[in-house]
């Protein structure tokens, strides 16, 4: 049976519970994996989940910010969570789902606004952040896995509305595509939404600040879906649910899907 998997940065899963609701209720995946939640574990609802099916639980919870979750209707145990670059975040949580597939769960840092580390913290916290991400994956070369979240990079020219303008724009410059190309190959990860979707713009992100962001369409895709080599082919039916950034009170991503017949 395949396994139906949707990745989303919610920005609060509380604030945006009905939210996920809706989503599960409409397109109902097998696993939902969460960025962003912005909640403690132990206060994240799950009544209205479990009611939908979703009875399984696990995530890297924090007060107010970062945190990452996954919520399955399938068994999941967890395999590993790492604080990459010591940054004392909520930032990955690793789960076995029905024993058939790994899922690492990510919500790379933005990175702030300000592409130089000798002058932006939170710029050198990023590439340290990825650093470690290929570090790991090198040293632990994972099977049978699929790695997921808001990584906050748009690697490609078409990923974004205008490479050009965005070079030196923080989630498209040269340095940080460098390393997340780093992390990429560390287990010859394959972008399985540009597997199926090779051609066009393609976005899962666009900013509050823009007051009708459908029509102005200056997006980014910063939600990935990748997977091992050993399962790449068997992903399918890549998407991006634009409609969703339209819903009431949004989160600033859309969801992104994929299926894998494991």
Same mark, same amino acid.
């Given at each position: 049976?395949?396994?139906?998997?949707?990745?989303?940065? #919610?920005? %609060?899963?509380?604030?945006?519970?009905? +939210?996920?609701?809706?989503?599960?209720?409409?397109?109902?995946?097998?696993?939902?994996?969460?960025?962003?939640?912005?909640?403690? !574990?132990?206060?994240?609802?799950?009544?209205?989940?479990?009611?939908?099916?979703?009875?399984?639980?696990?995530?890297?919870?924090?007060? &107010?910010?970062? &945190?990452?979750?996954?919520?399955?209707?399938?068994?999941?145990?967890?395999?590993?969570?790492?604080?990459?670059?010591?940054? $004392?975040?909520?930032?990955?949580?690793? !789960? +076995? /789902?029905?024993?058939?597939?790994?899922?690492?769960?990510?919500?790379?840092?933005? $990175?702030?606004?300000?592409?130089?580390? %000798? #002058?932006?913290?939170?710029?050198?916290?990023?590439?340290?952040?990825?650093?470690?991400?290929?570090?790991?994956?090198?040293?632990?070369?994972?099977?049978? %896995?699929?790695? !997921? $979240?808001?990584?906050?990079?748009?690697?490609?020219?078409?990923?974004?509305?205008?490479?050009?303008?965005?070079?030196?724009? /923080?989630?498209?410059?040269?340095?940080?595509?460098?390393?997340?190309?780093?992390?990429?190959?560390?287990?010859?990860? !394959?972008?399985?939404?540009?597997?199926?979707?090779?051609?066009?713009? *393609?976005?899962?992100?666009?900013?509050?600040?823009?007051?009708?962001?459908?029509?102005?369409?200056? $997006?980014?895709? *910063?939600?990935?879906?990748?997977?091992? +080599?050993?399962?790449?082919?068997? &992903?399918?039916? +890549?998407?991006?649910?634009?409609?969703?950034?339209?819903?009431?009170?949004?989160?600033?991503?859309?969801?992104?899907?994929? %299926?894998?017949?494991?």
């Amino acid at each position: 049976m395949p396994i139906k998997v949707c990745t989303w940065n #919610i920005n %609060s899963i509380r604030l945006r519970e009905d +939210s996920v609701c809706r989503l599960l209720s409409q397109e109902t995946p097998d696993v939902l994996c969460l960025q962003e939640c912005k909640s403690p !574990v132990d206060k994240i609802p799950t009544e209205k989940f479990s009611s939908l099916g979703y009875n399984y639980l696990i995530a890297n919870g924090q007060k &107010g910010y970062n &945190g990452v979750a996954v919520l399955s209707k399938l068994p999941l145990k967890e395999i590993d969570r790492k604080d990459f670059a010591s940054l $004392g975040h909520a930032r990955h949580i690793a !789960v +076995s /789902v029905d024993d058939r597939l790994n899922i690492h769960n990510f919500y790379v840092p933005a $990175g702030g606004d300000v592409p130089d580390r %000798s #002058i932006n913290e939170k710029f050198g916290q990023k590439l340290d952040y990825l650093n470690e991400m290929a570090k790991y994956f090198e040293a632990n070369k994972p099977q049978k %896995s699929i790695l !997921v $979240g808001d990584l906050n990079i748009a690697p490609q020219e078409e990923d974004v509305w205008d490479h050009k303008k965005l070079l030196k724009i /923080v989630s498209h410059t040269p340095q940080e595509i460098e390393a997340l190309n780093v992390v990429k190959s560390s287990a010859n990860w !394959v972008d399985i939404t540009r597997k199926d979707i090779p051609l066009g713009l *393609l976005y899962s992100w666009w900013s509050y600040r823009a007051r009708d962001w459908d029509a102005a369409d200056k $997006g980014r895709r *910063l939600d990935h879906i990748w997977a091992t +080599s050993d399962i790449a082919k068997y &992903g399918h039916e +890549s998407r991006i649910l634009r409609e969703v950034r339209g819903w009431d009170k949004p989160s600033d991503h859309a969801p992104v899907f994929a %299926s894998f017949d494991l």
